[in-house]
């Protein structure tokens, strides 16, 4: 019964390739986020969708793009990667948009040699 | 803009130990607060959170006081396990303009036996 699941768990692939990392939710949250965890553990919203709608865009290169296809899903895909855009990401959703706990997957770790 | 100070880590201590781990914040408005814990190879889980002034929130022995006159949200623990090994993020969701969560630095805690 995963709540929010996350494929790939791993994706190591070269510079410049392209790769999408997929989320999907069984909660029935109207808000999902995709965050980035550095090697630090420093961690960071990069973009909240609420009914599909994108609501937070965290100044991220437009190298990023997100995609909802429905409310229970929200999809990352990243062109041309660079070695900075190795991390840890995570997906999350909340049933609200406000102040309301957010439900994390267990995360992808992306390595880009 | 809103932001979250975490203790310096990594904290290390024996079993049964009393812990804490402090967490300031500056924002705007009256923001929520929350812990969340990332334990080895997992996704973040809310520990525990309050929204307003004087709230405590408390779980799995583990309590934290907002404390608007200090700005500050320490989470607290009587006597630590080696379970409690994780990371932990404190946390504060903005109620104004965008709303996301602002996460600290997180303060890795490993419990010895």
């Known amino acids: 019964d995963t709540a929010v699941s996350q494929t790939p768990k791993y994706l190591v692939t070269q510079m410049g390739n392209d790769k999408s990392i997929k989320c999907e939710q069984n909660?029935?949250?109207?808000?999902m986020y995709w965050y980035k965890q550095d090697s630090k553990k420093f961690l960071k919203i990069m973009f909240s969708?609420?009914?599909?709608?994108?609501?937070i865009n965290e100044t991220v290169p437009n190298r990023f793009s997100p995609k909802s296809p429905d409310k229970a899903h929200l999809n990352l895909h990243i062109n041309s990667l660079e070695l900075g855009d190795s991390a840890v990401y995570f997906c999350?959703?909340?049933?609200?948009?406000?102040?309301?706990?957010?439900?994390f997957g267990p995360g992808t770790r992306l390595t880009v040699l | 803009g809103d932001s979250v100070t975490q203790m310096e880590g990594p904290v290390t201590l024996s079993e049964e130990a009393f812990l804490t781990i402090n967490c300031t914040y500056t924002?705007?408005?009256?923001?929520?607060l929350f812990w969340y814990v990332q334990y080895p190879g997992e996704g973040l889980q809310l520990l525990l959170k309050?929204?307003?002034?004087?709230d405590k929130g408390s779980n799995k022995g583990f309590e934290a006081t907002y404390r608007k006159e200090t700005t500050s949200f320490h989470l607290e623990k009587g006597s630590v396990q080696v379970s409690d090994s994780a990371v932990y993020f404190c946390?504060?969701?903005?109620?104004?303009?965008?709303?996301?969560?602002?996460f600290g630095q997180g303060t890795r805690l490993t419990i010895n036996p």
């Open positions: 999350a959703s909340s049933q609200l948009a406000g102040a309301d706990t957010q439900y």
């Open positions: 909660l029935g949250h109207d808000t």
């Open positions: 969708y609420n009914n599909k709608e994108l609501i």
């Open positions: 924002a705007t408005g009256y923001p929520s």
């Open positions: 309050a929204t307003k002034a004087d």
């Open positions: 946390a504060l969701h903005t109620g104004s303009g965008a709303q996301k969560l602002v």
